[in-house]
């Protein structure tokens, strides 16, 4: 008598289990990245899930300039890390000037560029920096670039250096804000980076060894 019971009950898992393989089914349609293929492998230089978008060839390089070590939000300076975050919690902005380039003329005045990324997540407040001021062009290559890539794309990761801490007061809260001097971003159409050889595929170039170092091999047209 209590047959027909187990086999309503059986019916309904199924069901359930039919309809669970179709929200994943759905997922994937949607080109939602499920997977977190990387970060638990290596939590010392991805810091959170990187949803399958980051590859052993974006460690590569950070993995051959940087001394391994975990991440203190304390510590400024060391290694480069990555942190991928939801494209709707990130925005960029730059501000523009009219002065000297830092690495021009010093009696010729220019249209200089500001640039940042603002990550404004309900756990991660971070901000991401150039080193400098650029040539406008720069800021607006880097732009185009940016909605290229990020657009229609769910997730984006942030490659960068931590540079300290900063608390703000915002909507009436203290915000700790990690700070980072930026290096590169990836989504899944592809990558762009501050230096040439940095993403897959581009042919490595050398690894500065100093900040002068640093400034000459960074993409300034």
Known sequence: MKRPYFVCVGIVLSLCCFECKLALSANSAKGQPIVNSLSKKYPNWILTNDYGILSLEDLKRDIERFRERSYDPYYRGGGAYWQCFETKWVSTRYDRSRDADPMGAADKIVDLCDFEIHVREDNHWDD?????????????????????????????????????????????????????????????????????????????????????????ACRVK
């Not at 229609?152 to 804000?177: A, H």
Request: aromatic share 14%; net charge neutral; hydrophobic share 25%.
């Open 128 to 216: 991401y920096w150039d080193r400098r001021g650029r040539p406008l062009e720069f800021c607006t290559d880097f732009t185009d670039n940016w909605k290229h890539l990020t657009q229609g794309e769910p997730f984006v990761c942030l490659n960068g250096q931590p540079s300290g801490n900063e608390t703000q007061t915002i909507r009436g809260k203290k915000r700790l804000i990690h700070q980072w001097v930026w290096n590169r971003f990836k989504t899944r159409k592809g990558c762009y980076s501050l230096f040439e050889g940095e993403c897959p595929g581009e042919k490595p170039g050398p690894a500065p060894d100093s900040f002068e170092e640093e400034i000459m």
